[in-house]
């Protein structure tokens, strides 16, 4: 057992949509465990990617050949398989010892992708009906996987997530030519279908059973096809928009295998991913749209500065802002400045007028925000905005390495 749960923990390690955000499922009565987010255990990997701290593969046999994944059929590496009810009494041994508060389980495609997640769902009913586990159990969804056992994994987990991957079909079919989208995609539209009617359901009976009450999340890996920032944003944008995911992950592709079609890296692009999720954070959070980021003139995001003051040195026309008169959404803009720092300057002013000093109690970060704002009450203040005099005081060079907490990853002969 101890050799499994050390193969398949590894095995487990570069799925990086682990979060348990979102879920509030209680204690169920005589039970155990409780899916609240603020009672869910969180580690970070010595690369720096969150995990749960049970976070396992079901198996790394897998039928599929992707190129870029470590669990690849022609990858000779050490081979190992949980059954459903070996995985049902690590979570129980180890929640009462105190070591988790839920489960994240992925697997790789052993018998058929319908028989590796009827086992995925074995696990997870096991855990909820028969010994009343109310922990997080986020499941990861199979590509291709029938309706059925889709509908059937919302009942038991708290998330769901299929993962994409490659981020344009043309680079999932070079890579991944045993995959296309319609296998990823007709499983994630089942899981948006299962919430929305639940949701319906809800305000007709509260007893109407949950789907999948933390919605559903997948993961892209950034760097192992060309694919720009361009065509990552407007993909991520169309999924929160389309299948309302909760979560889009973005994970730098780390060489693992040789392999003539993956580009030859030095190191995971940290960087780019890292600009990403900025992105995707100013996308859900500061109602900016994919292609104000990026469009068809800069299609990747810059590396040396943030994407909210890249996109702020190229709109001159906009700054500088007087947090007195600027509307919400204008003060949201202002690099350096939070949601809710924001929120409480448009409460502020009906105070008073709001003066740089106030700006530092409110959280505005002044140092990247005060070369974006007017101040009326400055002597000798005047309306001048000149981005090639901010952007050297903003960035941080490329050049500079990104500290970096774990080894170079063996590579892995095909």
């Known amino acids: ?29 005589g039970g155990m465990g409780n899916g609240e987010a603020s009672g869910i255990c969180h580690s970070f990997t010595d690369d720096g990617r969150c995990v749960s701290l049970l976070k396992i593969l079901l198996s790394n046999v897998c039928l599929f050949d992707c190129a870029y994944c470590s669990n690849r059929r022609s990858n000779d590496i050490p081979r190992a398989t949980f059954r459903p009810s070996e995985v049902v009494n690590l ?49 990861k969804t199979i590509p291709g996987a029938s309706p059925e056992l889709v509908a059937q994994a ?13 981020p344009s079909e043309a680079g999932l079919k070079n890579l991944a030519p045993e995959k296309d989208y319609a296998s990823v995609f007709t499983p994630m539209n089942s899981i948006h279908q299962g919430i929305l009617e639940h949701k319906a359901e809800s305000k007709i009976s509260r007893f109407a059973p949950r789907f999948s009450p933390a919605g559903q999340s997948t993961q892209l890996i950034v760097g192992a096809s060309p694919e720009s920032d361009l065509q990552i944003l407007s993909l991520a944008s169309g999924l929160y928009g389309k299948q309302q995911l909760k979560r889009v992950y973005y994970s730098g592709y780390i060489p693992v295998n040789r392999d003539a079609r993956l580009p030859t890296l030095l190191r995971p692009p940290l960087r780019r991913e890292n600009r990403l999720y900025q992105a995707d954070w100013l996308m859900r959070f500061y109602k900016f749209q994919f292609d104000e980021l990026v469009d068809d003139l800069h299609p990747d995001l810059d590396p040396d500065l943030d994407p909210k003051a890249a996109w702020a040195l190229r709109h001159p026309e906009r700054f500088p802002v007087d947090v007195n008169r600027a509307d919400l959404e204008t003060i949201l803009r202002v690099p350096g400045v939070g949601v809710r720092s924001a929120k409480l300057i448009v409460e502020g002013r009906r105070h008073g007028a709001v003066r740089m000093e106030h700006l530092k109690r409110f959280g505005v970060v002044l140092k990247r925000a005060r070369p974006f704002l007017y101040d009326p009450f400055a002597i000798g203040t005047y309306r001048d905005f000149r981005p090639e005099r901010i952007r050297p005081l903003l960035a941080s060079p490329s050049e500079s390495t990104q500290l970096s907490l774990f080894h170079q990853p063996l590579l892995l002969t095909a």
């Open 1 to 29: 057992m101890q050799d499994k749960l050390k193969i398949l923990s590894a095995a487990a390690k570069y799925d990086v949509s682990c979060s348990s955000s979102g879920s509030s499922r209680s204690t169920p009565k």
């Open 91 to 139: 979570v129980l041994e180890f929640y009462r010892r105190n070591l988790i508060e839920g489960l994240f389980l992925s697997s790789g495609i052993f018998g058929s992708v319908d028989t590796t997640m009827e086992a995925l769902v074995a696990v997870a009913r096991t855990l909820r009906t028969e010994h009343r586990f109310g922990g997080y159990i986020h499941l």
């Open 154 to 166: 919302g009942l038991y987990a708290d998330r769901l997530s299929v993962n994409i991957e490659i």
